[in-house]
């Protein structure tokens, strides 16, 4: 199985400074991998497919990137709506797996 | 829009069965792989089960693979997850996704399933 290695497992960081969650992948799994956001008492939300691919509606402060087999989520100026748990999932292979999760607070 | 509403949760103790539900409006449920996602309470994430868009392809992670069947009624516009021999580690919530591009892109509102004596 394809193990995602998340950090950190939780964040507090002051509203409009940059925040940064990384996902480590076992092995190559090229560009399938989606960052999921979830706010507290609902469901999960996709916010960036295919590594850096913004899903529709997602406000543009938000960004993906690639260096090997570590993935990166960006928030550029965090906002406090942003407070929530991050997900990084795998879509390369069976079983699909997900990242351990990250909490993000205000600072 | 696309709307996802899970059914069929409750409390069902160790060794019972159980059967969700997913009621899918606002786009073309048959051309479109489905999924099952669970979360324990406090915890991650954990992939349960897939289904192809015409329900002749599934997958199950091993931790449940012989014990829930994913299943879909395309005319109905409605998944299923029949869950047997529940184990108290099945305690969680259970979402219904749709697989639009690949990864799962709409999710439910999800439905709490707890396995307790």
């Known amino acids: 199985d394809i193990q995602m290695t998340q950090s950190p497992a939780s964040l507090s960081a002051s509203l409009e400074e940059i925040v940064t969650i990384t996902c480590q992948a076992s092995q190559d799994i090229g560009n399938w991998l989606a960052w999921y956001q979830q706010k507290p008492g609902k469901s999960p939300q996709l916010l960036i497919y295919d590594a850096t691919s913004l899903a529709d509606g997602v406000p543009s402060r938000f960004s993906g990137s690639r260096s090997g087999t570590q993935y990166s989520l960006k928030i550029s100026r965090l906002q406090v709506e942003d407070i929530g748990s991050y997900y990084c999932?795998?879509?390369?292979?069976?079983?699909?797996?997900f990242g351990s999760g990250t909490k993000l607070e205000i600072k | 829009e696309v709307q996802l509403v899970e059914s069929g949760g409750g409390l069902v103790q160790p060794g019972r069965s159980l059967k969700l539900s997913c009621a899918a409006s606002?786009?073309?449920?048959?051309?479109?792989?489905m999924a099952w996602v669970r979360q324990a309470p406090k915890k991650g994430l954990e992939w349960v089960a897939s289904?192809?868009?015409?329900?002749?392809?599934?997958y199950y992670p091993d931790s449940v693979k012989g014990r829930f069947t994913i299943s879909r009624d395309n005319a109905k516009s409605t998944l299923y997850l029949q869950m047997d021999s529940l184990r108290s580690e099945d305690t969680a919530s259970y979402y219904c996704?749709?697989?639009?591009?690949?990864?799962?892109?709409?999710w439910g509102q999800g439905v709490m399933v707890t396995v307790s004596s």
């Open positions: 996704a749709s697989i639009l591009r690949v990864y799962p892109d709409y």
């Open positions: 606002g786009f073309t449920f048959s051309s479109f792989p």
């Open positions: 289904i192809s868009s015409g329900g002749g392809g599934t």
């Open positions: 999932q795998q879509a390369h292979s069976n079983p699909l797996t």
